[in-house]
């Protein structure tokens, strides 16, 4: 079956780092485009950034340009996150899915688990 197992969450300060990944298993990786999503509590789930594996085109959300970077490891199916610079407003349950190449939730078929991202300030 599909799966998706997103980890490399924590507790880290303001302008700290961390590096998310989500490996994949069940399914065609190139066949789908890995997304990062998040969602704070009290708020709607927001897309942060996503890859196109097969043509390595990425996209980010305005929040997040400049800070964080997506990339993959096709031999491994494995998609991660570098988060450098976090920011308190970065605080939010972390999912990785397996959809459509857009930064909206509604066009992923699969989802992870979610790893938690806290940052104090």
């Known amino acids: 079956d599909v799966q998706l197992q997103a980890s490399g969450g924590g507790l880290v300060q303001a302008g700290g780092s961390l590096r998310l990944s989500c490996i994949t298993s069940?399914?065609?990786?190139?066949?789908?485009?890995i997304g990062w999503f998040r969602q704070a509590p009290g708020k709607e789930r927001e897309g942060v950034s996503c890859?196109?594996?097969?043509?390595?085109?990425?996209a980010y959300a305005d929040s997040v340009k400049g800070r964080f970077t997506i990339s993959s490891d096709n031999a491994k199916n494995t998609v991660y996150l570098q988060m450098n610079s976090l920011k308190p407003e970065d605080t939010a349950v972390y999912y990785c899915?397996?959809?459509?190449?857009?930064?909206?939730?509604?066009?992923?078929?699969?989802w992870g688990q979610g790893t938690l991202v806290t940052v104090s300030s």
């Open positions: 890859i196109n594996s097969r043509d390595d085109i990425t």
């Open positions: 069940g399914f065609t990786f190139d066949d789908y485009a």
């Open positions: 899915a397996a959809g459509d190449f857009l930064l909206h939730a509604w066009g992923y078929d699969y």
